[in-house]
């Protein structure tokens, strides 16, 4: 019920190319659902987020799509470059409560 | 700059001995985390607070402790490391809680021999 699943664990794709990562989960009462970036030695951080009411949120190249009935949600990345190469994590929350739930990652390598 | 600061960023020690991981946030956010990272296993939550003195346990709490007396710091405390606990551990804040977003630190790896 608490588990966030998130696919592939490794993902490679030719520069300009789509990647897309895909979480799903149970617990219908989260209600919030981050994406953070993690770079190789430092700390994850927020890249885009998305609440249950929307189903497709853009920022610049980055897209969260959101299936609330299939209780899936996916981050797609437009026009790959080498330097989005990083790992990914997909996390779900719920906004009264004080826990996250994250995935357990995709390590995304763009090749140049 | 707002930051998160965690110290030591490298550790080696062995098992046993008491080991404490420090972490500063200077944005007056109330809510503070720790997160243990593993291959295969992503972030894990070990304990959280929502204020100063107000703590409560996350996913993967045993063996650690953490105290909250200040609103900026937020200490990881391990009493008696294990080997089990060799991992990459990351704190974070955010100004309330974690349906906001979280600034994670640099990261601390720490190896127990």
């Known amino acids: 019920q608490q588990q966030v699943k998130q696919s592939p664990q490794s993902l490679i794709v030719q520069k300009g190319g789509i990647p897309i990562i895909n979480c799903a989960y149970e617990?219908?009462?989260?209600?919030?659902f981050p994406w953070y970036q993690q770079f190789p030695g430092k700390g994850p951080a927020l890249l885009i987020a998305?609440?249950?009411?929307?189903s497709e949120k853009k920022e610049g190249r980055f897209t969260i799509s959101f299936n609330k009935s299939a209780k899936q949600f996916s981050l797609h990345i437009m026009d790959s470059q080498p330097g989005d190469s990083a790992t990914y994590f997909c996390?779900?929350?719920?906004?009264?409560?004080?826990?996250?739930?994250f995935g357990k990652g995709t390590r995304l390598h763009i090749l140049p | 700059e707002a930051q998160v600061t965690q110290n030591p960023r490298y550790l080696i020690t062995v098992t046993g001995k008491k080991l404490t991981v420090t972490c500063s946030q200077n944005?007056?956010?109330?809510?503070m985390s720790w997160y243990r990272q593993d291959p295969g296993l992503g972030l894990r939550q070990i304990y959280y607070?929502?204020?100063?003195?107000?703590?409560d346990k996350g996913d993967v709490p045993e063996g650690y402790k953490v105290s909250r007396k200040e609103k900026r710091n937020f200490p990881l405390i391990l009493e008696s490391p294990s080997p089990n606990q060799t991992s990459l551990y990351f704190c974070?804040?955010?100004?309330?809680?974690?349906?906001?977003?979280?600034?994670f630190g640099q990261g601390t790896r720490l190896t127990v021999v």
């Open positions: 974070a804040s955010s100004l309330q809680n974690l349906a906001t977003e979280a600034f």
């Open positions: 617990n219908t009462a989260f209600d919030y």
């Open positions: 996390a779900a929350s719920i906004r009264r409560d004080d826990k996250i739930i």
């Open positions: 998305i609440r249950p009411d929307v």
């Open positions: 607070s929502m204020n100063v003195e107000v703590t």
């Open positions: 944005m007056n956010h109330e809510y």
